[in-house]
C-alpha cells in the first residue's frame, strides 16, 4: 500500500550563481533540500513539481511608476520600521526591459512620476525580474503556482506582524544577532534544525538561504489558504501578471 504522497513547495530567491531554492515537503515523507538553479524555469519544472513556488522577487510590472514604486511597496514599507529600506522600488516596465544602466535610466526617469532614475543596485536585479517576467508571459498557467514574496514581509507575519528587532546586514557584512533573530522565528514555524543550520550552496551566501526559507514559510501559507496579499486582491499590470507581496 502506498503511503502519504509527497507535498512539496519552494522558497526562492536570488543568489549570485542564479536562485537558491529551499524545497520543503509539508507532508514530511520527503527530507527537504537547499539547491542553486541557473535557471527560474528549472525550478518549476523541477520533478519535484512544487505547487507553489514563493519568490523574492517583484512580480508584474507598471506602464508608470508613482511615488514610492508599486502599491505593494507603497503598503508594506509602513509596517517594517527601521527594515522598510529592503522594500525598493520597482521601475516601470520600459526601464527594466532596458538592457544597460543608462538606457534604463532614461526609460525611468522619462515613465515615473516625479521623475526618478533607478540605482545600480536595482539595475542589477532586472535580468531575474525579466526572466521571471519572459516566463510567466509565456507559460500564464504558472500564475497559479509562481507568487511574489519578500523575506522581511514574512519575518514581520513571523513576528507577530511586528517589525524586526535587528538588521540583516550591516554595512554589507552578515549581522549575527540579526541572523539570529531570523533563525530563532523560522524554528518557531517549525523548520527542522538541521536546515536551519544547513550551509549556504556555492553560489549563494547565507543570507540568500535564509531569505529563501522565509519566503518558503509564505509558499506553506499560499498553499494552506492562509496567506495575504498586499493589496488584497492583487492587481494586474497591463499583460495579465499580478502585482502584490504576499506574506
Known sequence: MAGPKAVWIAGVDGCPAGWIVVFRDLADTEPPQVAVFQRFADIVDHVRAPDVVAVDMPIGLPDRAGPGGRGPERLVRPLLGQRQSSVFSVPARCAVEALDYR???????????????VSKQTFC???????????????PALLTRVRESHPEVAFWRMNGFRPLAHPKKIRSRVNPAGMAER????RDQGLPGALLDHAAPRGAALDDLIDALA??????????????SF???PVRDAHGLPIAIWA
Request: charged share 25%; glycine share 4%; hydrophobic share 50%.
Open 231 to 233: 493589496p488584497a486582491p
Open 103 to 117: 538606457a534604463a535610466c532614461d526609460a525611468a526617469f522619462a515613465a515615473s512620476d516625479p521623475p526618478r532614475k
Open 215 to 228: 519566503v518558503s514559510v509564505v509558499a506553506a501559507r499560499i498553499l494552506r489558504g492562509s496567506a495575504v
Open 183 to 186: 533563525r530563532g522565528l523560522l
Open 125 to 139: 536585479l532586472f535580468a531575474k525580474i525579466r526572466e521571471i517576467d519572459q516566463l510567466l508571459r509565456s507559460r
